[in-house]
């Protein structure tokens, strides 16, 4: 078997099954338990999911395409999502995407070369409030500048150095 | 008088102003129709769910705000429905172009419903950008995939998903993004697609069609037949050109409802192959036979010559009337083939009866169903199926044992598998775990071998709990002390160890058997083709007979009939101990009848089964033969044996498409015609007698099989005269009396009639043995089984178990199918199905050559992993005369209906790392 839960991911899959009326119902959190392990949902971790919830494979493929925080591809350490609904573009997201495309080098939708940043637009993140708001991995940056977005961005590029040269 | 109840009774309507009912369940749409109004539709099609999705077909509802898509809306009392006011049809319109928009402007079909409705409403170039398009997909040999004239309306997907069940096509993305996907948006071709086709015919645009645009072409003219291949009986429309089939098509049959597989949709083009016969052929004197085929079925001129009809006939009768003459009548033996039509059986028996003065006449029923008939002819009198198919939507418990009926009868598994998904308790029992297993609610993978252990144990369990019904039991049968006895020492407990099956499981699905209001069982060679065959059918009959669960509708027992007309060519009278419709050669009274019937006097001893006329053969018993469309050179157990006798014989008659492995050792061989170049009757697995009509002309010489068994007739002193095929039949439905009521004009009009079938105004029994059985005093039989071993255990110099059997795209010994382009492009090469551990241990990869070795003989074929299997079994296709894997076989036979044991031998396994890859 090329792709297979770890001992303790299918511990929790078992946990997440006793939650739901069907195997089927559990498709989303068993894809986001995936995702977790795996970093992105390949074909293959999919056919695995088909295989633990006995559905076939198209329709796992249907379920987790149709979502957009279910990465089907290889993601950079860092996820940048900028928010770019009405409140953030009001008070300049646009400025912000376009300073992380130029200090990156990639569009949006892409990673970076060494793997370490991938760049996205998204939809309201619920903090209007704050805006403009960006969201790395799992965390917020509220009230951001292109400065100071580019301040994160050096500070996560010097921490992703000193763990790869660490780690050597 | 009887209330008719609320929601059984039409509903009124007005539609567009006229007042209109709809019957129950009925649509806008449907009802609609049915009055003649045809309201746009694309994403709905006729047996598939309606989804609403693509809202071509709304009409607005007096009163209500938004429109109604008429597909899936049913009309209430009084509702006022307007299909083409200017709201409805702005809609409709916009819809279409919107549409029209999302595709290239290419035609992939003449038949797309998308450019008739929008000429029907007449739009115009659409006003809307057009999307961003994927790639066309031409990786599968059969279907062409061009996403670029989709419309997303998941007909395909719902065909895929829900009517064949086989969950390929899926729906990916969204927005104008979305798009159909083969499992994780593979190509089609690398999917685990079963090329059934069923998408192609449910879309509407052409995005999926028939491969080298077949779908382009205008045909001269459709014929409607039936399918050539297994016993399911799909009902099905050539469509023809230049005499030759541009494709085919499901039609609305009672056994298939428009569904096809592979083989049905696919598998025609056999009939063109360069390899097909056209001339006779007279073996050239001094040629010898050798048991090894060396033959190039191409161009076998260095064996045979080419002979006019008549020099061919002449030898051919001649030969056989020499060694009547000389030997007498029991020297000769004839095969019939199930593959034929039922006047052909029913004439070929009658030719060796009358002709030879024989009764040994056989076909290969022997080799697949002969001990569940015997087993059911003693057991309850009728060798039939109590009950057909479609009654599985009745049933609650569904049991398949020994049958892999998704590759088998792919169209029966399809019923099967919607049961499943309707909520019924489908038990799949099999020692091989095949694609079915994945939708049981119950999967029991036994021990090769132990059928009866695990049958007996369930018997055990209904047995001491009560689940027995006894005024069925009282009423109905006889013996049942025996059984009570016999399975006395089979507990679950107890034969846990023996068939590897836990005894809860056994207690749990005996349970659910017993108490379900309606359980039928399903069988098929898995159980048949043992040593004890007879005994595992005898379990079968006895679970049935002490539950009461046969009789009515969603009840019975019904062995899946293998080929397209072993059932008819059994009820034909292709039986050596039997005439037309089961009676027996050696009653005296059935006997008079048919020397009446037929005018001359016949044998009064029970004739040769297959495989002991090959040992006739040996014992220079038996000289002569005619094989009509069989192919025992492959499909006999122990091939050498078989090989060996065919070799010997002083004069073959051949009568085939193609020089089959068979043909090689002839004499003489006669070119005859394939299905869908002849009008005949088949009679399926269901006991549906359906009408096959004549597609196209045979090619070059080849004869219409019923002339050539006249014209041999003739020659051997008969003097016969049929008109046509008509004439035939009915002079059989004189003999076999289930079909008083089908006569030839019924067929016509009609199609298909299930028999038993008394009167031109019966509609023929779907359910028999409601009231009793057709035995001598209307009362079933139980008969007890005892364990018995296979005649051939693994020990440690053989110490695999070889399982034998068909593949979804090749049928019986792959005359037809591997000459098929499609079914042999999916399928090319011979496979051996090995335990992925089991592979390991032996060192090897897939893909690596293996050879595997009997007592009997040796062949080499590719590793294909299966973690279905077992560890120690092995699953060998029988369809490749490179590696005919009846060499390895073991000839032993069940002692009651004579068949061999081709599911269980002892065999070793090796890489071989000589041979190149």
Same mark, same amino acid.
């Given at each position: 078997?090329?792709?297979?839960?770890?001992?303790?991911?299918?511990?929790?899959?078992?946990?997440?099954?006793?939650?739901?009326?069907?195997?089927?119902?559990? +498709?989303?959190?068993?894809?986001?338990?995936?995702?977790?392990?795996?970093?992105?949902?390949?074909?293959?971790?999919?056919?695995?999911?088909?295989?633990?919830?006995?559905?076939?494979? $198209?329709?796992?493929?249907?379920? $987790?395409?149709?979502?957009?925080?279910?990465?089907?591809?290889?993601?950079?350490?860092?996820?940048?999502?900028?928010?770019?609904?009405?409140?953030?573009?009001?008070?300049? $997201?646009?400025?912000?995407?376009?300073?992380?495309?130029?200090?990156?080098?990639?569009?949006?939708?892409?990673?970076?070369?060494?793997?370490?940043?991938?760049?996205?637009?998204?939809?309201?993140?619920?903090?209007?409030?704050?805006?403009?708001? +960006?969201? +790395?991995?799992?965390?917020?940056?509220?009230?951001?500048?292109?400065?100071?977005?580019?301040?994160? +961005?050096?500070?996560?590029?010097?921490?992703?150095?000193? $763990?790869?040269?660490?780690?050597? | 008088?009887?209330?008719?109840?609320?929601?059984?009774?039409?509903?009124?309507?007005?539609?567009?102003?006229?007042?209109?009912?709809?019957?129950?369940?009925?649509?806008?749409?449907?009802?609609?129709?049915?009055?003649?109004?045809?309201?746009?539709?694309?994403?709905?099609?006729?047996?598939?769910?309606?989804?609403?999705?693509?809202?071509?077909?709304?009409?607005?509802?007096?009163?209500?705000?938004? &429109?109604?898509?008429?597909?899936?809306?049913?009309?209430?009392?009084?509702?006022?429905?307007?299909?083409?006011?200017?709201?409805?049809?702005?809609?409709?319109?916009?819809?279409?172009?919107?549409?029209?928009?999302?595709?290239?402007?290419?035609?992939?079909?003449?038949?797309?419903?998308?450019?008739?409705?929008?000429?029907?409403?007449?739009?115009?170039?659409?006003?809307?950008?057009?999307?961003?398009?994927?790639?066309?997909?031409?990786?599968?040999?059969?279907?062409?995939?061009?996403?670029?004239?989709?419309?997303?309306?998941?007909?395909?997907?719902?065909?895929?998903?829900?009517?064949?069940?086989?969950?390929?096509?899926?729906?990916?993305?969204?927005?104008?993004?979305?798009?159909?996907?083969?499992?994780?948006?593979?190509?089609?071709?690398?999917?685990?697609?079963?090329?059934?086709?069923?998408?192609?015919?449910?879309? %509407?645009?052409?995005?999926?069609?028939?491969?080298?645009?077949?779908?382009?072409?205008?045909?001269?003219?459709?014929?409607?037949?039936?399918?050539?291949?297994?016993?399911?009986?799909?009902?099905?429309?050539?469509?023809?050109?230049?005499?030759?089939?541009?494709?085919?098509?499901?039609?609305?049959? %009672?056994?298939?409802?428009?569904?096809?597989?592979?083989?049905?949709?696919?598998?025609?083009?056999?009939?063109?192959?360069?390899?097909?016969?056209?001339?006779?052929?007279?073996?050239?004197?001094?040629?010898?036979?050798?048991?090894?085929?060396?033959?190039?079925?191409?161009?076998?001129?260095?064996?045979?010559?080419?002979?006019?009809?008549?020099?061919?006939?002449?030898?051919?009768?001649?030969?056989?009337?020499?060694?009547?003459?000389?030997?007498?009548?029991?020297?000769?033996?004839?095969?019939?083939?199930?593959?034929?039509?039922?006047?052909?059986?029913?004439?070929?028996?009658?030719?060796?009866?009358?002709?030879?003065?024989?009764?040994?006449?056989?076909?290969?029923?022997?080799?697949?169903?002969?001990?569940?008939?015997?087993?059911?002819?003693?057991?309850?009198?009728?060798?039939?199926?109590?009950?057909?198919?479609?009654?599985?939507?009745?049933?609650?418990?569904?049991?398949?044992?020994?049958?892999?009926?998704?590759?088998?009868?792919?169209?029966?598994?399809?019923?099967?598998?919607?049961?499943?998904?309707?909520?019924?308790?489908?038990?799949?029992?099999?020692?091989?775990?095949?694609?079915?297993?994945?939708?049981?609610?119950?999967?029991?993978?036994?021990? %090769?071998?132990?059928?009866?252990?695990?049958?007996?144990?369930?018997?055990?369990?209904?047995?001491?709990?009560?689940?027995?019904?006894?005024?069925?039991?009282?009423?109905?049968?006889?013996?049942?002390?025996?059984?009570?006895?016999?399975?006395?020492?089979?507990?679950?407990?107890?034969?846990?160890?023996?068939?590897?099956?836990?005894?809860?499981?056994?207690?749990?699905?005996?349970?659910?058997?017993?108490?379900?209001?309606?359980?039928?069982?399903?069988?098929?060679?898995?159980?048949?083709?043992?040593?004890?065959?007879?005994?595992?059918?005898?379990?079968?009959?006895?679970?049935?007979?002490?539950?009461?669960?046969?009789?009515?509708?969603?009840?019975?027992?019904?062995?899946?009939?293998? *080929?397209?007309?072993?059932?008819?060519?059994?009820?034909?009278?292709?039986?050596?101990?039997?005439?037309?419709?089961?009676?027996?050669?050696?009653?005296?009274?059935?006997?008079?009848?048919?020397?009446?019937?037929?005018?001359?006097?016949?044998?009064?001893?029970?004739?040769?089964?297959?495989?002991?006329?090959?040992?006739?053969?040996?014992?220079?018993?038996?000289?002569?033969?005619?094989?009509?469309?069989?192919?025992?050179?492959?499909?006999?157990?122990?091939?050498?044996?078989?090989?060996?006798?065919?070799?010997?014989?002083?004069?073959?008659?051949?009568?085939?498409?193609?020089?089959?492995?068979?043909?090689?050792?002839?004499?003489?061989?006669?070119?005859?015609?394939?299905?869908?170049?002849?009008?005949?009757?088949?009679?399926?697995?269901?006991?549906?007698?359906?009408?096959?009509?004549?597609?196209?002309?045979?090619?070059?010489?080849?004869?219409?099989?019923?002339?050539?068994?006249?014209?041999?007739?003739?020659?051997?002193?008969?003097?016969?005269?049929?008109?046509?095929?008509?004439?035939?039949?009915?002079?059989?439905?004189?003999?076999?009396?289930? &079909?008083?009521?089908?006569?030839?004009?019924?067929?016509?009009? *009609?199609?298909?009639?299930?028999?038993?079938?008394?009167?031109?105004?019966?509609?023929?029994?779907?359910?028999?043995?409601?009231?009793?059985?057709?035995?001598?005093?209307?009362?079933?039989?139980?008969?007890?089984?005892?364990?018995?071993?296979?005649?051939?255990?693994?020990?440690?110099?053989? %110490?695999?178990?070889?399982?034998?059997?068909?593949?979804?795209?090749?049928?019986?010994?792959?005359?037809?199918?591997?000459?098929?382009?499609?079914?042999?492009?999916?399928?090319?090469?011979?496979?051996?199905?090995?335990?992925?551990?089991?592979?390991?241990?032996?060192?090897?990869?897939?893909?690596?050559?293996?050879?595997?070795?009997?007592?009997?003989?040796?062949?080499?074929?590719?590793?294909?992993?299966?973690?279905?299997?077992?560890?120690?079994?092995?699953?060998?296709?029988?369809?490749?005369?490179?590696?005919?894997?009846?060499?390895?076989?073991?000839?032993?036979?069940?002692?009651?209906?004579?068949?061999?044991?081709?599911?269980?031998?002892?065999?070793?396994?090796?890489?071989?790392?000589?041979?190149?890859?």
């Amino acid at each position: 078997m090329a792709v297979q839960f770890s001992e303790e991911t299918h511990k929790q899959f078992e946990d997440v099954l006793t939650r739901y009326p069907t195997k089927q119902a559990a +498709i989303l959190p068993t894809l986001w338990l995936a995702q977790t392990e795996f970093g992105y949902l390949s074909p293959a971790v999919m056919e695995h999911v088909a295989d633990l919830l006995d559905l076939s494979p $198209a329709y796992v493929h249907g379920v $987790a395409t149709f979502y957009t925080m279910f990465y089907k591809e290889p993601m950079g350490k860092c996820h940048v999502q900028v928010c770019t609904n009405l409140s953030c573009t009001l008070r300049g $997201a646009e400025k912000i995407v376009h300073c992380l495309e130029d200090r990156l080098g990639v569009k949006v939708g892409q990673t970076t070369g060494d793997k370490i940043f991938s760049l996205s637009e998204v939809e309201c993140l619920g903090s209007c409030g704050t805006a403009p708001v +960006i969201q +790395i991995n799992d965390d917020y940056h509220e009230n951001q500048t292109p400065e100071s977005t580019l301040g994160l +961005i050096d500070e996560l590029a010097r921490q992703a150095e000193s $763990a790869s040269t660490s780690g050597s | 008088m009887t209330a008719v109840p609320e929601s059984a009774k039409p509903t009124s309507f007005l539609l567009d102003g006229r007042a209109v009912d709809a019957l129950p369940g009925e649509t806008i749409l449907q009802a609609a129709r049915r009055h003649g109004v045809d309201i746009p539709h694309l994403c709905y099609k006729d047996g598939l769910r309606p989804d609403g999705n693509c809202r071509a077909c709304v009409v607005e509802v007096k009163g209500e705000r938004p &429109l109604a898509p008429s597909c899936c809306r049913i009309p209430q009392e009084g509702m006022e429905v307007a299909t083409t006011s200017e709201r409805a049809r702005h809609s409709q319109k916009m819809v279409l172009e919107l549409l029209l928009s999302d595709v290239v402007e290419t035609t992939y079909t003449l038949g797309s419903e998308l450019e008739t409705w929008a000429r029907a409403l007449e739009i115009d170039t659409p006003r809307f950008a057009p999307r961003r398009q994927p790639e066309p997909d031409a990786s599968h040999p059969a279907i062409a995939v061009n996403l670029d004239a989709c419309i997303q309306c998941t007909r395909c997907q719902r065909a895929c998903r829900e009517e064949q069940v086989n969950d390929v096509i899926g729906y990916a993305l969204r927005g104008s993004q979305a798009k159909i996907i083969f499992d994780v948006d593979d190509p089609m071709g690398s999917s685990s697609c079963v090329g059934c086709g069923e998408c192609v015919q449910a879309c %509407p645009t052409g995005a999926l069609m028939p491969a080298k645009e077949a779908g382009l072409i205008e045909p001269d003219k459709t014929v409607d037949s039936v399918c050539p291949y297994c016993g399911v009986g799909c009902l099905l429309t050539y469509h023809v050109k230049d005499n030759t089939i541009l494709q085919v098509t499901g039609r609305d049959g %009672p056994s298939n409802h428009g569904r096809l597989c592979v083989k049905g949709r696919y598998g025609f083009d056999y009939i063109t192959h360069p390899h097909r016969l056209t001339r006779p052929l007279i073996r050239k004197s001094g040629i010898p036979k050798s048991t090894e085929i060396t033959i190039d079925p191409a161009d076998p001129s260095d064996v045979f010559r080419e002979a006019s009809w008549e020099e061919a006939l002449d030898f051919a009768a001649g030969g056989l009337k020499k060694i009547r003459d000389e030997k007498g009548g029991q020297a000769l033996a004839g095969f019939g083939s199930a593959k034929g039509s039922n006047e052909e059986a029913y004439l070929f028996q009658k030719l060796v009866r009358t002709g030879f003065g024989t009764n040994n006449v056989d076909h290969c029923t022997r080799l697949c169903h002969a001990s569940s008939v015997v087993a059911l002819l003693e057991g309850i009198g009728s060798g039939a199926v109590s009950n057909q198919v479609a009654d599985v939507a009745e049933a609650e418990c569904i049991i398949v044992i020994g049958s892999n009926a998704s590759e088998n009868h792919p169209v029966a598994a399809t019923f099967m598998k919607n049961a499943a998904k309707a909520g019924k308790t489908l038990v799949v029992m099999d020692p091989r775990r095949t694609e079915l297993a994945r939708h049981a609610s119950y999967y029991l993978q036994f021990k %090769p071998d132990t059928d009866v252990a695990l049958l007996n144990a369930m018997m055990h369990t209904i047995i001491e709990e009560g689940l027995v019904h006894q005024e069925f039991i009282e009423q109905r049968t006889a013996g049942f002390d025996l059984i009570k006895q016999n399975v006395a020492g089979f507990s679950p407990e107890e034969m846990e160890p023996v068939c590897g099956i836990a005894a809860e499981t056994i207690r749990e699905v005996a349970r659910r058997y017993a108490t379900a209001s309606g359980s039928m069982i399903f069988w098929g060679m898995g159980v048949s083709q043992h040593i004890h065959g007879t005994d595992n059918a005898r379990c079968l009959i006895a679970l049935a007979l002490m539950t009461g669960q046969i009789g009515r509708p969603g009840t019975g027992l019904h062995p899946l009939r293998g *080929q397209n007309n072993v059932q008819g060519a059994s009820d034909a009278g292709l039986i050596p101990m039997m005439f037309p419709e089961y009676q027996r050669v050696d009653n005296e009274e059935v006997r008079q009848r048919f020397e009446a019937l037929w005018g001359v006097s016949l044998d009064p001893q029970a004739g040769l089964t297959v495989v002991e006329i090959m040992d006739a053969i040996l014992d220079d018993r038996l000289h002569g033969m005619y094989i009509m469309g069989e192919n025992p050179a492959m499909s006999d157990p122990n091939l050498h044996h078989a090989r060996q006798a065919l070799a010997k014989l002083d004069h073959l008659v051949v009568q085939d498409l193609f020089l089959t492995e068979t043909a090689a050792f002839a004499d003489v061989i006669l070119p005859a015609s394939a299905l869908p170049e002849k009008t005949g009757t088949f009679t399926n697995t269901d006991r549906r007698v359906q009408l096959a009509r004549k597609a196209l002309d045979p090619p070059g010489q080849a004869r219409q099989d019923l002339d050539i068994i006249q014209e041999m007739a003739r020659r051997l002193g008969l003097d016969w005269q049929y008109h046509d095929t008509a004439a035939v039949y009915e002079e059989m439905r004189q003999a076999i009396s289930a &079909l008083g009521g089908i006569s030839w004009s019924r067929l016509e009009s *009609q199609d298909s009639v299930t028999y038993p079938c008394w009167t031109e105004d019966d509609p023929g029994r779907p359910v028999v043995f409601q009231k009793d059985f057709p035995t001598s005093d209307g009362i079933a039989r139980f008969v007890p089984a005892r364990l018995i071993h296979a005649d051939e255990l693994p020990d440690a110099e053989f %110490p695999f178990v070889l399982i034998t059997g068909r593949q979804l795209e090749h049928w019986h010994t792959g005359a037809m199918t591997r000459r098929a382009s499609v079914l042999n492009a999916i399928e090319p090469q011979p496979v051996i199905n090995v335990h992925p551990e089991d592979l390991t241990a032996l060192d090897g990869a897939e893909g690596d050559l293996l050879t595997i070795a009997s007592r009997r003989g040796e062949i080499t074929a590719y590793a294909r992993v299966d973690a279905g299997l077992q560890r120690n079994e092995i699953f060998i296709p029988f369809c490749y005369q490179e590696a005919a894997a009846n060499l390895l076989t073991n000839e032993a036979l069940d002692p009651y209906g004579k068949i061999p044991e081709f599911k269980y031998c002892a065999v070793r396994v090796s890489v071989n790392r000589t041979a190149e890859a």
